[in-house]
């Protein structure tokens, strides 16, 4: 299993690190984990980008309304988001597969097998509680509990520009 995704670029070139983010219906935690990774990316020189999906996600689907609460509370827009499935052609596009929880990974690798060892989950040996249905209080407590690991991901793939 990946513990940390860390690409150096070749000969002055940028290599950016894609990450996918997955949960169950990708209306809640993995879009706030896309959403939030971002943020901080842009705020940084990081070369990485994230993306999430759902394993029983249908394509289009919007933001969950207190997840959508939660990403405002930061100042971020998920006014654009809607839901996209995980598939084995999604997951070969990416560089890191992040699941939300250790069966989403494992759902991950059987459903990808050729994507094995880029899976992973966001908390080592713990799995992201799951607030759909909740108040808006429980996404700001799942949030407040992904934060750090997203914060941590984003340093471990930290891919610095050549020659800086």
Do not use: W
Not at 126 to 134: K, L, Q, T
């Amino acid at each position: 299993m990946c513990s940390r995704t860390h690409l150096v670029a070749g000969r002055g070139g940028v290599v950016t690190v894609k990450i996918l983010f997955v949960c169950t219906a990708n209306s809640c935690r993995s879009p706030m984990a896309e959403l939030y990774f971002n943020h901080l990316a842009r705020k940084t020189k990081h070369t990485v980008q994230a993306f999430s999906a759902g394993i029983y996600a249908d394509d289009g689907v919007p933001l969950s309304r207190a997840a959508a609460a939660v990403m405002n509370e930061q100042g971020i827009d998920s006014s654009n988001f809607t839901s996209t499935a995980f598939t084995p052609k999604r997951a070969a596009q990416y560089d890191l597969l992040v699941g939300m929880t250790r069966t989403h990974a494992a759902l991950m690798r059987h459903i990808a097998p050729e994507a094995r060892e880029r899976v992973r989950t966001l908390v080592p040996g713990e799995d992201v509680p799951d607030p759909a249905g909740g108040s808006v209080e429980d996404y700001r407590k799942v949030f407040d509990f992904m934060r750090p690991f997203l914060k941590q991901l984003l340093t471990d793939s930290y891919n610095p520009t050549q020659g800086e």
